[in-house]
């Protein structure tokens, strides 16, 4: 049924110098009035402009409310809950609806005759005509502040109404967001947008996650003990699986602690008595001269300790000419001059810049090491290798270093 009338009864309001019924599809957006509001058509008819209403399938509201009381009462309500939602948006200032906020009235509900409002059985919902213009004679419409009072002699307005209007209304978002989350949430956020921003483009926020502090401080923990280990790295040299740094297990200093270690320090410049004291290999009560001949042999080991000089005085670890002599676990309780302890593979380590020196792995292989503060000589017992065992110098600064 198209219900047809001239043009010289409601004249619709104008904005942007075309009327406001050819913006309908601008004012019908699902965040706005959801397709509530009728479309007319303009036709030609005996030489004048007439405009149309396609009712087809709807009822009028004062006949619907006699048919389906309760139905047409949520129906108003639901709408009313649609007006609100775009009464909102017409307060914002700087809002996409600044140019349809005079222009955009509301009809009264009318009579069974001149109907404003339809109700249609199949959706139950209702739609509204003649909505944005001026009425005939002295018809009175209402601004989007006054809108709640379309309804109100009807319930719309009541709480429990509304409360089931607005369920009602929001079923369609959630079932989007079930479906497009990511549309929805858009569509939810497009009327408050557009709302408090200002025209002109605006960067979008960003968003300041819960796990951003940890994982910023965890990333600055983790670069520091990395640059760490590489400076430790760096100062100590590269140490290899085959020869693990391990706590001292064979040192010069510590020598005294060992019960199986002899230490044997000569002195030559010393008198005969004082070379007695001074050779813990000698139990006896020996004459200065065979006290001074044992420090002489100490002296002598092979080939490559001919060129030792043994020092005469009690000399710090800075003087060149003293020798320690400590016989390790391997000797196995040998007689320190005896040739068990210089049987075994022989190694000698020089650096000018060495105090004193220790072995950190592969202790219980060595047999006999002698220590001068440049030079450092190790032997090990019969039919063991060099592999694993790891020696270490001391600078003046108190740093050790790898040899």
């Not at 959801?34 to 036709?43: I, Q, T």
């Not at 307005?157 to 079930?178: F, G, I, L, T």
């Not at 005969?272 to 813990?280: F, G, H, I, L, T």
């Not at 020196?357 to 090491?369: H, N, Q």
């Given at each position: 049924?198209t219900?047809?009338?001239?043009?010289?009864?409601?004249?619709?309001?104008?904005?942007?110098?075309?009327?406001?019924?050819?913006?309908?599809?601008?004012?019908?957006t699902?965040?706005?009035?959801a397709?509530?509001?009728?479309?007319?058509s303009?036709?030609e008819h005996?030489?004048?402009?007439?405009?149309g209403?396609?009712?087809?399938?709807?009822?009028?509201?004062?006949?619907?409310?006699a048919k389906?009381p309760s139905?047409?009462?949520?129906?108003?309500?639901?709408?009313?809950?649609?007006?609100?939602?775009?009464?909102?948006?017409?307060?914002q200032?700087?809002?996409?609806?600044?140019e349809?906020?005079?222009?955009l009235?509301?009809?009264?509900?009318?009579?069974?005759?001149?109907?404003?409002?339809f109700?249609?059985?199949?959706?139950?919902?209702?739609?509204v005509?003649?909505?944005?213009?001026?009425?005939?004679?002295?018809?009175?419409?209402?601004?989007?502040?006054?809108?709640?009072?379309i309804?109100?002699d009807?319930?719309?307005?009541?709480?429990?109404?509304?409360?089931?209007?607005?369920?009602?209304?929001?079923?369609?978002?959630?079932?989007?967001r079930?479906?497009?989350p990511?549309?929805?949430?858009?569509?939810?956020?497009?009327?408050?947008?557009?709302?408090?921003?200002?025209?002109?483009?605006?960067?979008?926020?960003k968003?300041q996650t819960?796990?951003?502090l940890?994982?910023?401080?965890?990333l600055?923990i983790?670069?520091?003990?990395?640059?760490?280990?590489?400076?430790r790295?760096?100062?100590?040299?590269p140490?290899?699986?085959?020869?693990?740094?391990?706590?001292?297990?064979?040192?010069?200093?510590?020598a005294?602690?060992d019960?199986?270690?002899?230490?044997?320090?000569?002195?030559?410049s010393?008198?005969?008595?004082?070379?007695a004291?001074?050779?813990?290999a000698?139990s006896?009560?020996?004459?200065?001269?065979?006290?001074?001949a044992?420090a002489?042999d100490?002296?002598?080991?092979d080939?490559?300790?001919?060129?030792?000089?043994?020092?005469?005085?009690?000399?710090?670890a800075?003087?060149?000419?003293?020798?320690?002599?400590?016989?390790?676990?391997?000797a196995?309780?040998?007689d320190?001059?005896g040739?068990?302890?210089k049987?075994?593979p022989?190694r000698?380590?020089?650096?000018?810049?060495?105090r004193?020196?220790?072995?950190?792995?592969?202790a219980?292989?060595?047999a006999?090491?002698?220590?001068?503060?440049h030079?450092?000589?190790?032997?090990?017992a019969t039919?063991?290798?060099?592999?694993?065992?790891?020696?270490?110098?001391?600078?003046?600064?108190?740093?050790?270093?790898?040899?």
């Amino acid at each position: 049924m198209t219900q047809g009338e001239t043009n010289e009864s409601w004249r619709p309001h104008l904005v942007r110098g075309v009327p406001i019924w050819q913006l309908t599809v601008e004012l019908n957006t699902p965040d706005l009035f959801a397709g509530r509001l009728l479309v007319p058509s303009v036709a030609e008819h005996d030489g004048e402009d007439v405009t149309g209403w396609d009712l087809e399938g709807l009822v009028p509201f004062a006949e619907a409310k006699a048919k389906w009381p309760s139905e047409v009462q949520l129906a108003a309500a639901d709408l009313q809950v649609v007006f609100d939602r775009v009464a909102k948006a017409l307060l914002q200032d700087s809002g996409p609806l600044d140019e349809f906020r005079s222009a955009l009235t509301m009809p009264p509900i009318g009579t069974a005759e001149t109907a404003n409002y339809f109700y249609a059985p199949s959706t139950k919902k209702l739609f509204v005509r003649h909505w944005g213009a001026t009425p005939p004679g002295d018809e009175s419409t209402f601004t989007h502040e006054s809108w709640r009072k379309i309804f109100r002699d009807v319930g719309a307005a009541s709480p429990s109404a509304m409360a089931m209007a607005a369920a009602k209304v929001d079923a369609p978002a959630e079932r989007r967001r079930e479906s497009d989350p990511d549309a929805a949430r858009e569509a939810d956020e497009a009327p408050e947008k557009h709302a408090s921003e200002p025209p002109g483009p605006k960067k979008p926020a960003k968003k300041q996650t819960w796990w951003s502090l940890p994982l910023g401080l965890l990333l600055v923990i983790v670069a520091g003990l990395v640059g760490l280990l590489s400076f430790r790295t760096f100062q100590e040299g590269p140490v290899t699986p085959t020869r693990p740094v391990v706590p001292p297990a064979l040192a010069a200093h510590d020598a005294g602690t060992d019960a199986a270690t002899t230490v044997e320090a000569v002195d030559a410049s010393t008198d005969a008595a004082e070379s007695a004291d001074a050779s813990v290999a000698d139990s006896d009560d020996a004459s200065t001269s065979d006290a001074s001949a044992d420090a002489a042999d100490a002296s002598t080991d092979d080939d490559d300790d001919a060129d030792a000089s043994i020092a005469t005085s009690h000399a710090g670890a800075d003087d060149h000419s003293k020798v320690v002599v400590t016989i390790g676990p391997a000797a196995g309780g040998a007689d320190p001059e005896g040739p068990n302890t210089k049987a075994g593979p022989h190694r000698r380590h020089d650096q000018p810049e060495a105090r004193t020196w220790r072995v950190t792995t592969g202790a219980d292989r060595v047999a006999r090491t002698e220590q001068r503060p440049h030079r450092f000589d190790v032997w090990l017992a019969t039919g063991k290798s060099f592999e694993g065992v790891r020696v270490e110098w001391e600078d003046a600064a108190g740093k050790w270093h790898v040899h």
